[in-house]
């Protein structure tokens, strides 16, 4: 039924309150993350069980070309639901100059490669890069929408990015090491750079360096 039994857990003694539930990818997408690699991840979390109080499910849900993720509250059952979705198989991610400045941060600690040049810019991750990105960005960051969620009491959602992006980039520093330790080094084995843009041909002597007109 694609939930996770709590015999697939590092640690059994206590039930967790919430459930971890796997969607189908969709055609043309993959999960990055699986159900135990989250559980993992959570089990490195300082506060884990308090951050998540309130989570009623955590479902690795089908495949997105406009999000990571996505934190849905219930607010009249003050409950709330984080989901992390699967990426295009191809797993290289184009970003807008934009977005890519604000995770910029996030690229160059996972050893991400890129090139300015390319209009989208294309982030060539590997397997372990995206789920790297997909837990100690994604995650955190939906965990932060769930943070601000809670402090207003269960609240309708205002959809205020600036303090879940903030929540995930404290805890990015603190969780990196560990996440290393746990995981490994997402750095180790990154995709070649792109091959650098060939240079300009240069015009011959019979064109108008000026208007780029052939002269005859």
């Known amino acids: 039924n694609g939930v996770v039994s709590p015999k697939n857990r590092e640690d059994v003694s206590e039930p967790r309150p919430y459930e971890i539930i796997r969607e189908p990818a969709g055609r043309g997408f993959r999960h990055v993350v699986s159900a135990r690699q989250l559980e993992q991840f959570i089990s490195i979390i300082p506060e884990a069980d308090q951050l998540l109080q309130g989570v009623e499910k955590i479902v690795l ?3 997105s070309e406009k999000v990571y993720g996505w934190h849905r509250d219930l607010w009249r059952r003050k409950v709330a639901t984080i989901e992390l979705c699967a990426w295009t198989k191809a797993i290289w991610a184009p970003m807008s100059i934009r977005y890519f400045r604000q995770h910029q941060p996030y690229m160059d600690a996972l050893g991400v490669t890129f090139s300015l040049e390319e209009k989208p810019i294309r982030c060539r991750f590997t397997m372990a890069q995206a789920r790297a990105f997909s837990l100690l960005h994604v995650f955190m960051h939906e965990l932060g929408h769930h943070q601000d ?7 309708r959602m205002k959809g205020l990015e600036a303090y879940a992006d903030d929540f995930a980039l404290r805890y990015f520093d603190l969780l990196l090491p560990l996440y290393r330790k746990k995981f490994g080094d997402p750095a180790a084995n990154a995709a070649p750079p792109p091959p650098a843009p ?15 007109t052939r002269v005859i």
Do not use: E, T
């Open 61 to 63: 849900s089908g495949g």
């Open 149 to 155: 969620w809670k402090h207003r009491r269960g609240g």
């Open 198 to 212: 060939k240079p300009a041909q240069p015009l011959g002597k019979d064109w108008d360096r000026m208007n780029f």
